[in-house]
């Protein structure tokens, strides 16, 4: 599995090797992105795996909800500390809240250059993230790890339901559906992984590019293999926001409550087979 790779310029803009490869990765929902340089990668891992030792004081942060806190997923292998943007100051360190910072960045930068494609008009930009382009709307900041004791798919098959996703992987076990098939994606050192997701494809449909929201899973983590990690950025409209769909001439064509538009692809998660 050859994907396509970018990286971020001086500029914080999203670049692609040619248009070919950017058009590939707009058609597949997933690319490579080099680690930039100023990204604190290293002490974001450190973090991430000492949330597993028994008396580490994040493993008491309390559940916000179903989404955020100290959580154990049903039917897969995943244990993750995962907290909103708005909570990262009460709970995270200090250098693992610039980190999340440093995130958004990467996450403007990406829908920055799919919004340049789509050729919506810049003003319209934010409305149509629920404010998220402009430095508002909401992000998640995942530490995961996989429970081996747990017979389940690492992940079961999904699309993800926001905006862009941000993921560190060092070990093997992401898959994506091609042609009915998943197909492995193979970890690629100094890169970071990026998908799209269904709430960009959603605003994107009436452009003149719209993105693929890929469907991916993650295999299940043997007790022979590594205790496997991971970091995971979710790049989000305001849960109680709305979306909006332009054309090109800034007409909005359609719209959708975050909360419809999040309840209908649970649905479609929940049938998917």
């Not at 993750?80 to 360190?93: F, I, V």
């Not at 100094?190 to 929201?213: D, K, M, P, W, Y």
């Not at 295999?219 to 995971?232: D, F, L």
Request: with cysteine; proline share 5%; glycine share 8%.
């Amino acid at each position: 599995m050859n994907l396509p790779i970018a990286f971020i310029d001086e500029a914080n803009k999203l670049v692609f090797e040619s248009s070919k490869n950017q058009a590939r990765a707009w058609e597949l929902g997933i690319f490579y992105l080099k680690v930039p340089s100023w990204l604190d990668l290293k002490a974001a891992r450190c973090f991430g795996q000492e949330i597993l030792k028994a008396d580490s004081p994040y493993r008491d942060i309390p559940q916000y909800g179903d989404l955020e806190g100290f959580i154990s997923l049903e039917n897969n292998q995943q244990t993750k500390l995962a907290l909103r943007r708005h909570r990262w100051d009460e709970h995270y360190p200090t250098e693992i809240t610039q980190f999340g910072r440093q995130l958004d960045d990467i996450g403007r930068a990406v829908m920055g250059e799919v919004f340049c494609q789509s050729g919506i008009p810049e003003p319209l930009w934010s409305e149509a993230s629920g404010g998220y382009s402009s430095g508002e709307g909401t992000a998640f900041l995942n530490f995961v790890h996989y429970d081996t004791a747990q017979p389940d798919l690492g992940l079961r098959p999904h699309t993800d339901y926001g905006f862009v996703t941000i993921l560190d992987a060092t070990s093997p076990g992401l898959q994506i559906e091609l042609e009915g098939q998943f197909c492995d994606v193979p970890v690629l050192d100094g890169h970071l992984v990026i998908n799209f997701g269904e709430a960009l494809n959603f605003i994107t449909q009436h452009s003149n590019r719209s993105v693929a929201a890929i469907v991916h899973r993650v295999t299940s983590q043997g007790a022979e293999n590594p205790v496997r990690h991971g970091i995971v950025y979710f790049a989000n409209p305001d849960l109680d926001g709305a979306l909006k769909q332009f054309d090109v001439q800034g007409r909005e064509v359609g719209s959708s409550s975050v909360g419809d538009l999040f309840t209908l692809l649970e649905q479609k998660l929940t049938n998917y087979k």
